[in-house]
């Protein structure tokens, strides 16, 4: 038997066949998982020690019915004007104790936006669908005011600069300088939205 | 990779304000919607909570984020996330149960997961 020169030659010539075939495997089996959303916290279980009394005019309910109907501050309203009307009560200023608010200062609506509380009721059988929708104009509208403010004082996006804060690729000496002003702005206008339970009839 | 695969339809509502769930490892999911076809005949039609890879009741909930919270590192406990991945078309009866059931064992933080997309479209 004669010596063989070198090393034995592999038969490659199915391996892009395989990789090909590996590729797509991957690729059908992998989901993309959604992993966006509204971030909202629920009000702990037990109640405050002391009853906090809330003036009736610092308080914007806003009611949906099972028909998908909204109901703000007792009156029928369109979903396309809740972000609208969100907005004019929180900057309303009332006090005037807000310096950067540019609202009507109607004394009949909220004090100072500190004070603004926005009550949100459904119904067990509102759709889920209006519920988020009315979440989303909810959060624009607390979204719209911090945006605005945050473009006077750091010529940027609030939600720019939040989302960059919570990315955790962001360096740490970056995300530093980027606590205080997001702080800064979310105390300005601070989310006060309070989710009763839903109503049973 | 995907973990557990969906019995219920999840086709999720749309909206605009939406932040991302960094990290991955603090969230817990639940699944809610309407039993696709195959279980249609076992669990009915009407909306069911999915928990890991089962249809669940209500009160069950509480018991699996107390679960799901235990199997974390412990400096991760109090950070969690409830990732609450509804189909638009459930009511919001079961929601407003489970958000109570959520608050019952102190699982404030929830993020109600929908695409990026105009909020109006869910009125269709």
């Known amino acids: 038997m004669p010596r063989r020169k070198g090393a034995p030659e592999v038969n490659a010539g199915s391996m892009a066949d395989i990789a090909f075939l590996l590729l797509i495997f991957f690729l059908v089996t992998t989901t993309i998982e959604t992993d966006a959303g509204?971030?909202?916290?629920?009000p702990p279980m037990e109640p405050p020690d002391e009853d906090v009394i809330i003036k009736q005019k610092n308080i914007f309910t806003v009611n949906i019915n099972k028909n998908g109907q909204l109901l703000v501050e007792d009156d029928l309203m369109?979903?396309?004007?809740?972000?609208?009307?969100?907005?004019?009560f929180l900057e309303n200023g009332a006090d005037g104790s807000c310096s950067y608010c540019k609202g009507k200062k109607d004394p009949a609506s909220s004090d100072n936006p500190t004070k603004a509380i926005i009550s949100l009721k459904n119904d067990r059988e509102t759709k889920y669908s209006i519920y988020i929708t009315v979440q989303n104009?909810?959060?624009g509208a607390y979204n719209e005011l911090r945006n605005r403010e945050a473009q006077r004082l750091y010529n940027r996006d609030f939600t720019e600069m939040e989302s960059e804060y919570l990315n955790p690729e962001t360096p740490s000496n970056v995300r530093d300088e980027l606590k205080d002003k997001v702080k800064n702005i979310q105390d300005m206008f601070p989310q006060k939205l309070s989710e009763a339970e839903t109503s049973t009839n | 990779m995907k973990d557990s695969?969906?019995?219920?339809?999840?086709?999720?509502?749309?909206?605009?304000?939406?932040?991302?769930?960094?990290?991955?490892?603090?969230?817990?999911y639940i699944y809610i919607g309407k039993p696709t076809q195959e279980y249609a005949k076992v669990f009915g039609t009407e909306p069911k909570i999915q928990l890991n890879d089962k249809f669940a009741n209500v009160d069950e909930v509480g018991s699996y984020i107390l679960a799901e919270r235990a199997k974390k590192p412990p400096e991760l406990q109090n950070v969690l996330t409830t990732a609450l991945k509804v189909d638009k078309n459930a009511n919001m009866g079961l929601i407003a149960d489970i958000k109570q059931e959520l608050r019952k064992v102190n699982?404030?933080?929830?993020?109600?997961?929908?695409?990026?997309?105009?909020?109006?479209?869910?009125?269709k």
């Open chain 2, 5 to 28: 695969s969906l019995l219920v339809e999840n086709t999720l509502p749309n909206a605009t304000e939406i932040k991302k769930l960094e990290k991955k490892d603090r969230v817990i």
């Open chain 1, 78 to 88: 369109n979903l396309k004007d809740l972000r609208t009307a969100a907005i004019s």
């Open chain 2, 107 to 123: 699982a404030l933080k929830v993020n109600y997961t929908t695409y990026d997309g105009d909020a109006f479209n869910n009125l």
């Open chain 1, 137 to 139: 104009e909810l959060v």
């Open chain 1, 38 to 42: 509204l971030d909202r916290m629920l």
